[in-house]
DNA sequence: TGCTAAATTTAGGTATACCTAAAAATTATC
DNA sequence: GATAATTTTTAGGTATACCTAAATTTAGCA
């Protein structure tokens, strides 16, 4: 007998019983992620972002290829099929629902709920997602700027540009934040006021890819490249 | 290097990383709800209550037994340590927690949350632990009258006697479903309005262990002895 | 007391998800 | 185009949490 989507599929694609199909969830939405910046993705970027070792991964990924979740190709790399993918935007979407939830029913602070999130997205069932979503009035984006894909599996495209890309004298406004991982930086974009929706105008740039002087509702901050290549900006 | 509770306990006794704490925790609770009807809790029962055979539950006793969470004695039984017990109780604190929540704040009916606190129970951090306390402003007990353990692992005794035993004549306050886990149940209970709180008049009692005839509310109904005895009530 | 029945433990096996270290394949460089 | 460096895979091993089946211990009963 060939073990296939269907043994894991059963409510809707995540797991609902004793099995621990954590890693499985983890390893696609890894993949997924990977996938956008560079596809196929090869077993060294999955084996750093998972901070896993590479040996662990191939034979992960043999098992994904065997339940025809990933497309498979020896030294080659991987890529998810399309119910890899549908479990991916699955996870995901439950993260990021979680993470703004957490924030707004319950209080936390924006730099804290990432690894709750990680936690919870493989556990709450498709009722519970409903609820949270129903009670956020079904929101597009997450408090990150990440766009949370509709139950259908449809996500909105990754818009806008680094804000490092910015030229003097432009206005923009803040839509998405890359790294929803680094708490220390979160708290510290949090505390200068580079939040999504902030409105931010590029005062001066220091040569030599020299930090920024910028106006951030008003008030005039200085950040550094490194902080100003992990937030996209949209035009005003 | 003997392995000891402290390899466990971090932060507050639960599992925050990627190691899987699930099978101990639930052990750990179900041997705290065996001993509260009879200690020690011998293998057999255990097996029952888990529903895994008792070979398995012999090696998880053992291992239990290794890190410091039950004592154990060979064909006799077992009975938790301290540190079992906190963890127990933090269990089904996060257990209880979170079926309130998820009726109160959610909208679930009382059949629908035990699966999902059965899981969620494993991962909620202490911090939401206590945001979802404070959205029900520290509740006391849970939607089926169960004791909420506080923080500090104290829980109120169990009180009352089952309705089957109240006789003919006396009204009493419904303070607790004893069965948690059978949503059909659940589902008729509510049907008829035995809810905790409701007030219940027995108002007679057929012979031979027959049903009992009882006003609910004001309503007329008649409920089976095995229902009558799954119910714990109050002195009104 | 002795024997049987029931409960419990031990022994050996499976699947998951990791690991390390060695082998093999691919890519880069001279 | 051969060799070196890197990446990837294979092989073999660990721990968890189950399983079945056999062996052992305890308990019940004549």
Same mark, same amino acid.
């Given at each position: 007998?060939?073990?296939? *989507?269907?043994?894991?599929?059963?409510?809707? @694609?995540?797991?609902?019983?004793?099995?621990?199909?954590?890693? *499985?969830?983890?390893?696609?939405?890894? !993949?997924?992620?990977?996938?956008?910046?560079?596809?196929?993705?090869?077993? @060294? /970027?999955?084996?750093?972002?998972?901070?896993?070792?590479?040996?662990?991964?191939? @034979?992960? !990924?043999?098992?994904?290829?065997?339940?025809?979740?990933?497309?498979?190709?020896?030294?080659?790399?991987?890529?998810?099929?399309?119910?890899?993918?549908? *479990?991916?935007?699955?996870? !995901? /979407?439950?993260?990021?629902?979680?993470?703004?939830?957490?924030?707004?029913?319950?209080?936390?602070?924006?730099?804290?709920?990432?690894?709750?999130?990680?936690?919870?997205?493989?556990? !709450?069932?498709?009722?519970?997602?409903? /609820?949270?979503a129903a009670a956020l009035n079904f929101p597009e984006f997450d408090p990150h700027g990440d766009p949370i894909p509709s139950k259908e599996g449809l996500m909105v495209d990754i818009r806008g540009q680094r804000l490092s890309t910015i030229k003097i004298g432009h206005t923009v406004i803040l839509a998405r934040v890359l790294d929803d991982k680094n708490s220390d930086l979160l708290r510290y974009l949090a505390d200068i006021g580079l939040l999504p929706g902030a409105r931010v105008t590029v005062v001066d740039v220091a040569p030599f890819d020299g930090p920024l002087t910028v106006l951030i509702d008003g008030k005039e901050k200085v950040v550094g490249q490194k902080v100003a290549s992990t937030v996209l900006v949209e035009k005003a």
């Open positions: 007998m060939t073990p296939d *989507i269907s043994t894991l599929d059963r409510g809707s @694609s995540l797991q609902r019983d004793g099995l621990n199909h954590q890693a *499985i969830e983890d390893y696609l939405k890894t !993949i997924y992620m990977l996938e956008r910046e560079e596809s196929p993705v090869s077993t @060294s /970027r999955i084996s750093a972002a998972r901070n896993v070792k590479p040996g662990s991964v191939t @034979s992960m !990924i043999q098992r994904l290829n065997k339940l025809n979740l990933v497309n498979y190709k020896k030294h080659y790399g991987v890529t998810l099929t399309p119910s890899g993918q549908v *479990i991916a935007l699955e996870v !995901i /979407r439950h993260h990021r629902l979680v993470e703004l939830y957490l924030i707004e029913a319950l209080g936390f602070s924006w730099d804290e709920v990432h690894v709750e999130a990680d936690l919870l997205e493989h556990v !709450i069932s498709e009722k519970m997602e409903e /609820r949270m």
